[in-house]
């Protein structure tokens, strides 16, 4: 009898059915970022994450509420704070949705459980001791710009990630996710990756490709 | 937010700060510490896994660290987690699989001396690769005349 319920138990200590976690990405829309949009979603899908982003949300009257919603079931968050310049096309202004849904963010984790965590990410060093002032004393991770430095500081952020990939191998995942671009923006008709189709497209590939270059 | 250690020595604070530290057993159950930090709290184990076996599988110190850094106990996400969690059906996902398989194949034949080029009507992309032997048999054309050159 003990016996049929310790089978029935299972082994203390095993794992149960664990759902892998998503990552809310925070960052620009604009072709000027394609590179560094591709490096983030090559980083997060090596690291053994979900990348999830407001461009699966439909343009409709309850958007807020779905961002709110996609926010609230992600455990982690990037934002990246780097394009405060004022957009080329008149009327020039800077965007606003990256700050904003990084301070929908902070609130929705303060009410919510503890565990989750958000990091802020920036491509010039101090620059946001001015742009965003209330950041003060919070670490913000500086890529410079550079795919390298997307995957630098992503390895930095989820430093207690289960897969550990190098620099070489987040490469080799965005090598095959810059090839597979065309292609993929051909069958879906867009000339330009920020839309729900071609985002998880991408997802989907890069996180093949890391699976087979950086296994389990 | 009040720090909790399961090893205090390795504190060297005998595991207590500011007064409001509770010490917590290596053996207390997770499902224990989710009445505390959450039902997300160790997110991917069972709730009668002790505390120890989860610092263990997390390489974490202590109760603190693993609280203070995002650690992901469960398994990384698959090409189908991935797929299913962004509501990309079973047919679409084998599809880009596939494509890349074929990529990675076209990527792996550029790295040993091919050129890609890119289908101007489909998008697709094409392997052209000088076949090895041609490759040596000019290596050996050349090599052959400078020898003849040098006898002369």
């Known amino acids: 009898m003990p016996r049929r319920r310790a089978r029935r138990r299972g082994r203390p200590g095993r794992r149960s059915d664990a759902r892998p976690e998503s990552v809310f990405l925070n960052i620009p829309y604009d072709s000027q970022f394609e590179n560094l949009f591709l490096a983030y979603i090559s980083a997060i899908i090596s690291l053994g994450f979900v990348p999830r982003a407001t461009l699966e949300v439909p343009f409709s009257r309850r958007r807020l509420d779905r961002i709110s919603d996609l926010i609230g079931n992600c455990r982690y968050s990037l934002h990246d704070l780097s394009r405060v310049q004022l957009d080329r096309t008149a009327p020039a202004t800077p965007r606003f949705n990256m700050p904003f849904e990084l301070g929908l963010t902070v609130g929705l984790y303060k009410a919510k459980e503890r565990g989750r965590a958000w990091a802020v990410c920036e491509a010039r060093a101090h620059r946001i001791q001015k742009s965003l002032s209330d950041l003060n004393g919070t670490d913000v991770y500086i890529h410079g710009g550079t795919i390298q430095g997307v995957f630098r500081v992503c390895r930095e952020i989820f430093v207690g990630s289960k897969r550990r990939p190098s620099v070489q191998q987040m490469m080799a995942v965005y090598r095959v996710l810059r090839i597979g671009l065309g292609p993929t923006l051909h069958a879906a008709g867009q000339d330009s990756p920020f839309n729900a189709p071609v985002f998880r497209d991408l997802c989907v590939m890069a996180s093949f490709a890391a699976d087979r270059l950086i296994g389990l | ?152």
Not at chain 2, 56 to 62: A, I, K, N, P, Y
Not at chain 2, 108 to 115: E, I, K, L, S, Y
């Open chain 2, 1 to 152: 937010m009040s720090i909790v250690s399961i090893n205090p020595r390795r504190n060297g604070d005998n595991g207590f700060r500011d007064g409001e530290i509770r010490r917590k057993r290596s053996d207390t159950l997770v499902g224990t510490l989710r009445r505390e930090f959450g039902e997300k709290f160790a997110n991917g184990f069972r709730g009668d896994t002790k505390l120890a076996t989860v610092l263990r599988e997390t390489d974490s110190q202590s109760l603190s660290d693993y609280l203070r850094h995002p650690r992901v106990p469960g398994r990384p996400a698959t090409a189908r987690d991935t797929a299913r969690v962004l509501g990309v059906s079973d047919a679409r996902a084998e599809r880009l699989i596939n494509t890349v398989k074929r990529e990675m194949k076209l990527d792996d034949r550029q790295r040993d001396g091919g050129t890609v080029y890119q289908q101007a009507d489909t998008g697709a992309f094409v392997t052209k690769k000088m076949s090895g032997s041609t490759h040596a048999k000019t290596k050996s054309t050349k090599a052959r005349t400078t020898r003849s050159k040098k006898r002369r």
